[in-house]
């Protein structure tokens, strides 16, 4: 029976866009999380050229992180943290994306966020493209729909792996790269592939195109980053929704299996190097001519990643709409479920659907997996004590790793580490909110964008700590 090792990568998780702030600082140019609205009643987050003066963008200031992160840093440490996982703006680096030479003062930025980690021997673990692609590459080549954003993204890949060869040794390519598989959120083309569908537009081919290239991108930053340290181990990340069958019809567990192969082919072409046959099948139903050359099939074949990263926060369910072509639409055939319950934001919480999609990564791939994201996004309130009693994000976290340790101590999955979403108080991506908030650390921040940005533990801080000590036998 596996157990979690000595050297388990505890730790947590953030992304540059949600917390850096210094959005145009030290030569940062503008990025898509920069021209995006804080959230409108129903959490939908806007699209605007959002560098007009005196916009209240969630993500301009963040939390500060950009200038306190060796306070912020020093907390994680306190925790016991092994591991960090956080993105590298593109931005900073290049700051409209399709420059040939890199921006020093962003490099010089994350050496010495890197250091500030090592210092305290926490491994940085690096997305490279978290939400955040150069918002010129939007307005002057339509984002990922260009074949030509495949070199501007190798570029960027292949300064930092070089950059950072000796301080990084996990990474990841294209955050979430799945969500897309809703091609009618507007959020989640825009923040994935930078598209911004124009009317008439069949937006399921663009997405498919937009992820075709990605996916090669992806293929040959694998291929880079082994030459240049083959130490490295480069993941995907896929955001992990299993679909449920609403009931044991026939009919209802046919559509939830092409559910799930229409959210997960990426991590197929990803893990496996190719297209599911379901998929090219599919395509050509829908007469679609995508760019695909035989050459990009052999990168996809040479650049498959080395471990599985993925977020887990909640499951779906659907039934069968009567439908013939099984085809499954994200926007219009998800139903609840009746046997779990939902956050104050709807989504359905679910601790023992972690141990399925272990198991189900598993069985598709067989490689090492990492739980990059997990964690409870609630509303958190400074008690009269001055302490933030959040019972039920321990709860939520507890139930998680014991479904996770069963699926590595019984089911033999191997687990390469656990870093919670949000484990300090940062801007929600999808509502652009402080007060949809995860963090073992609050951060006196509110959705006007008030307050004096200071660090308060919150009572899953010292429980966390105890977990970590234990190495997860103390919950
Ligand atoms: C995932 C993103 C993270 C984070 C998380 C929580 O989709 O990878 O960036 O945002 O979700 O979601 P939210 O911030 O919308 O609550």
């Not at 060869?165 to 969500?179: A, L, P, S």
């Not at 091609?183 to 997405?207: C, R, W």
């Amino acid at each position: 029976m596996g157990q979690l090792g000595k050297d388990f990568l505890w730790g947590g998780a953030v992304a540059a866009h949600q917390l850096e702030g210094a959005w145009q600082v030290d030569g940062k140019g503008i990025s898509v999380a920069d021209v995006m609205t804080a959230g409108d009643v129903n959490h939908q987050r806007g699209i605007t050229d959002g560098v007009q003066p005196g916009n209240n963008y969630p993500n301009h200031e963040g939390i500060d992180f950009y200038h306190r992160y060796p306070e912020d840093i020093k907390l994680f440490a306190e925790m016991g943290f092994k591991s960090f996982r956080t993105s590298i703006a593109w931005t900073r680096i290049f700051p409209n994306g399709d420059e040939t030479q890199p921006n020093e003062a962003g490099l010089k930025f994350y050496d010495d966020l890197f250091e500030e980690c090592l210092k305290y021997d926490i491994q940085p673990v690096i997305t490279l493209s978290h939400f955040e692609m150069p918002y010129h590459l939007v307005t002057e080549y339509g984002g990922w729909r260009n074949r030509k954003v495949i070199d501007f993204f190798l570029n960027f890949a292949e300064t930092v792996f070089k950059r950072y060869r000796n301080k990084v040794k996990y990474w990841m390519t294209f955050n979430e790269i799945n969500n897309q598989a809703n091609y009618h959120s507007q959020f989640a083309l825009f923040t994935n592939s930078g598209l911004q569908i124009q009317p008439g537009e069949d937006a399921e081919k663009v997405m498919y195109q937009a992820a075709h290239y990605e996916l090669v991108a992806s293929a040959k930053a694998v291929q880079i980053g082994k030459q240049i340290n083959p130490d490295f181990k480069i993941g995907c990340m896929i955001a992990m929704c299993p679909i449920y069958p609403l009931t044991a019809k026939p009919e209802d567990v046919l559509k939830a299996e092409r559910a799930m192969q229409t959210r997960y082919w990426f991590a197929d072409v990803h893990c496996h190097g190719r297209y599911p046959e379901w998929l090219l099948q599919y395509q050509k139903n829908q007469h679609y001519d995508l760019d695909i050359t035989a050459d990009d099939l052999k990168e996809l074949a040479a650049g498959t990643v080395d471990y599985i990263g993925f977020s887990y926060y909640m499951s779906f369910a659907t039934k069968d709409n009567g439908e013939t072509t099984l085809h499954y639409d994200e926007e219009h055939d998800l139903v609840p479920n009746p046997y779990v319950k939902a956050s104050e934001w709807g989504w359905q919480v679910d601790s023992v659907g972690l141990r399925y999609v272990m198991n189900w990564f598993n069985d598709h791939y067989h490689l090492p997996e990492f739980i990059v994201e997990n964690g409870f996004g609630a509303v958190d309130h400074v008690e009269a004590d001055g302490q933030v009693h959040d019972s039920n994000r321990i709860n939520y976290l507890r139930d998680h790793i014991i479904q996770m340790k069963k699926a590595v101590e019984i089911d033999g999955v191997d687990l390469i580490g656990y870093t919670p979403w949000g484990c300090i108080d940062l801007v929600s991506a999808g509502t652009g909110q402080m007060s949809k908030r995860y963090g073992f650390i609050y951060v006196d921040k509110q959705d006007d964008g008030t307050g004096n940005l200071a660090r308060i533990k919150k009572d899953s801080f010292y429980w966390y700590q105890k977990v970590i000590a234990t190495n997860g036998d103390v919950l």
